[in-house]
């Protein structure tokens, strides 16, 4: 098989993602501007996702449900600019491919020829289906979404774990067969009980990647500013936190502010001085153009 190239870099496909099913589990992770998404592309991660997640994360609105199309074109674009290997998979946001299997596919059309992004995301079962088939027929590779799905925080009545009766854990196998029948290259299992991820992961032909979902996913991902301690709402419990970015940022805020009070800042060597042997007195020199001063170190 040939491989897409990036300045001899191999990239990352959905393809490549697809055969991992069973394999070394998928690493992934959100990212949602340029900074991240090169760090994240440089720890050698799989796939980034620009998850609608930014909403609250980056963007400060209570749930994720008013993210427009061009918002997430935006900051899939600035992620784009910083990814070489790493598969960037944009999130269709609520409203972009609710209405027809039609607008589902011009939104995905925009994430890859106006964002450069290789695969989207939507959310949502069996009724999304059409929607996935239509977008896969396009060419566009799609990624499914089941369980505790965020856009459908108005219907679950607030962010509740999924699948936790035998009938709602029925419907949740037939989601996602009825999705990885409809095209989808792999299916996010978000806040669902281990056990249920688990008959998923064993019936699916695609990888399952678990946020909330267990260790028996075929791979997981993490928003990244859960990971790193960047956020101000509530925390959920399948969430690991390897930073404290949040404090660490306020305690650099604090020292920076008492430097500046206490003129400790800027030192002699955070400043630009005149060349040695260039004296200048304002005084004197009033009316009179300065010479030019060079290079100044
Ligand atoms: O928007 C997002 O960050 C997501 C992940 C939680 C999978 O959809």
Known sequence: MSHITEGGVQR?????IRSRKGGAPIVALTAHDYPTARLVDEAGF???LVGDSLAQTVLGYESTLPVTLDEMIAHTRAVRRGVRRAMVVGDMPYGSYHESPRQAVESAIRFIKEAGADAVKLEGGSRRAPAVRAIAEAEVPVMGHIGLTPQSVLRMGGYRVQGKTIEAARELMEDALSLERAGVFA??????????SRMITERLCVPTIGIGAGVE????ILVFNDLAGLNFGHTAKFVRRYLNLKDDIAS????????????????????????????VDLEDDRGRSMPPLGPVN
């Open 12 to 16: 990352i496909t959905a393809p490549h």
């Open 46 to 48: 799989d796939f980034i």
């Open 187 to 196: 299916i996010v299992l978000e806040g669902i009980p281990v056990e249920i």
């Open 217 to 220: 996913c075929d791979g997981q």
């Open 252 to 279: 650099a805020l604090e020292r920076f502010a008492g430097d500046v009070t206490g003129k400790r800042f800027p030192a002699g060597a955070e400043s630009y001085h005149l060349p040695e042997g260039v004296e």
